[in-house]
């Protein structure tokens, strides 16, 4: 994501306004995915960084557009990382090229099994 005014930090105030969410909901996320932890200023406030800006917004998205349950998001994150060789997570256009991937195979998958059930109903 690609935010107008580049700064190192941000409130939850325009965290919330940036990312569409209120923030009850990202100080709940934060008891939920290890993966978001914003560190916190001398004053005791929240000091969001831009990628913990877009792992909200892959949070939001794998759970609002994609319909995944928290829980499942979790196991999506948790499955990504280790995945990878080194450890790291998947970012960028590797998680886009990755997403990708698994959903031709799964569309793949979905035609084969629908011949198949095809079949079995004729054979019936």
């Known amino acids: 994501m690609a935010l107008d005014v580049k ?14 969410l ?10 939920e995915f290890s993966k978001l932890s914003p560190s916190k200023n001398p004053a005791g406030n ?3 960084t ?10 939001k998205r794998l759970l609002y557009q994609e319909k995944f349950t ?3 998001a979790r196991q999506f994150f948790k ?9 790291a997570p998947l970012t960028g256009s590797s998680a886009i ?8 195979v799964l569309m793949e998958l979905h035609t084969s099994l ?5 079949l079995v109903r004729k054979e019936k």
Do not use: C, F, P
Request: proline share 0%; no cysteine.
């Open 22 to 31: 209120k923030a009850y909901v990202l100080r709940y996320w934060e008891t």
């Open 46 to 48: 929240r000091a969001y």
């Open 97 to 104: 090229r990755a997403r990708d991937e698994a959903r031709q």
């Open 7 to 20: 700064k190192l930090y941000y409130s939850i105030g325009e965290v919330s306004e940036i990312t569409g």
């Open 70 to 72: 928290i829980e499942g």
């Open 79 to 87: 499955g990504r990382q280790s995945s990878r060789a080194d450890g």
């Open 114 to 118: 629908g011949e198949l059930l095809d």
């Open 50 to 59: 831009e990628k913990d800006i877009n792992t909200i917004l892959e949070i």
